[in-house]
């Protein structure tokens, strides 16, 4: 079984790529689905999402060439190769789809390109119900007629599929990353006019947004949360440059602060980062902009207490909050974290706990009294983000800890471990192979 090894102690520092952002490069190769012409990705990374992806795209028709992912060097990005001149197949598998939850963003543009699609309902990182209904309400308000059977959910535009898609007003009930951009991929090829209130404003969708106006799509707002799609007949391939990953520059800053480290985060974008580097500030961690990425610093022997509550963007990320309670298992003082987005998501705190950590979960809440020591331990990784927060425990702890069950860590993280290597860590992986 493979594994992580941490020996904590030692204080980072150093310069840390940041990879682009699995987050953006997911919506983006859906985007091929839209186009006869190629697309490519630059700056694209290489995890297991994105191969998972890859294989789904592959049985729809797409030609994916991902030989030039994994070889970033300081003159090239890595590259992912995308084109899609025919959809052979409009069903998204259920053995795919299961594999992760993004898979459902095939769906808008399956529908507005073909007119009809069938896509498995999705699986993913278990970290709460994570329904598609406000995917199904947005291309359902778009025309497309859904129905759900065996597991699968069924559109269908007007006149059995031959339809274009039809531009709506759609007003989201809550905001949803995921269902904002299946909706807009799909409103680009839609007849007429579609406007998308309380739509989210991540980066991710910015950067999405920029790569369908450079395909010909129209699309005003951006950045906001009322976006203005006018609908086009056609979208040209392009080249886009994947955003940087503000959640893996996120993870790097925390293990900054943890350490007690100074790091430079290279193509980290401090601007995407606000809402932590707040409270790492209060945390007693300065983050700043410099030129071509971040540069982190603590000045803190030991980090303060800092209460948290998860938004969505500009709030502070759900997929920082495992991250950032490991910062604040160490503290001085006592911090209260608010889950607000998913319902499930302190799968960690028991494996923090068995480090040596205090905390006392109510619901959403977390109660998290700093410990003056974690102490390594076998933990198991429950999730993606989760994977993230132990290991930076681990930074910290006195003595080993071992993280196993990190396929989850590698859905997300680009070789986490030479990264983290490569600025004072002592951390390796084991690939559990001799036994
Ligand atoms: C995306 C990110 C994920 C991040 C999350 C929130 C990708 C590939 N994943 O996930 O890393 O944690 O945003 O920032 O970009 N919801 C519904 N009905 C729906 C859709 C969502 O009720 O149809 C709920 C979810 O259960 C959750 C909330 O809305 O409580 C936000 O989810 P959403 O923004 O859709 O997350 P994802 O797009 O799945």
Redesign the pocket.
Known sequence: MAEILVNGGNRLQGEIPVSGA??AA?PLMAVTLLTAEPVTLRNCPDLHDISTLANLLRGLGSEVDASALGLASADALPVLRLHTPEIISIRAPYELVSQM??SILVLGPLVARMGRAEVSLPG?CAI?????????LGLEALGAHITLRDGYVFAETAHGGKARLQGAKITFP??????TENVVMAATLAEGRTEVLNA?Q?P?IVDLCQCLIAMGAQISGVGTSHLIIDGVENLGGVTHQVVADRIEAGTFAVAAAITGGELILKNGRLDHLGSLVRVLAEAGTVCAEISGGIHVASTVDRPHAVNVTTQ?YPGF???LQAQTMSLMVVADGSAVLTET???NRYMHVPELIRMGANIEIDGRIAVVRGVDRLYGAPVKASDLRASASLILAGLVATGETRLSDIHHLDRGYERIEEKLRGVGATIERHDGTDG
């Open positions: 699995k987050n997911l939850r993004a993913g709460g119900s994570r329904p598609v209904d406000l995917h199904l809550k905001v949803s990353v995921g269902a989210a991540e991710e969505p990320p759900t997929d987005i998913f319902e």
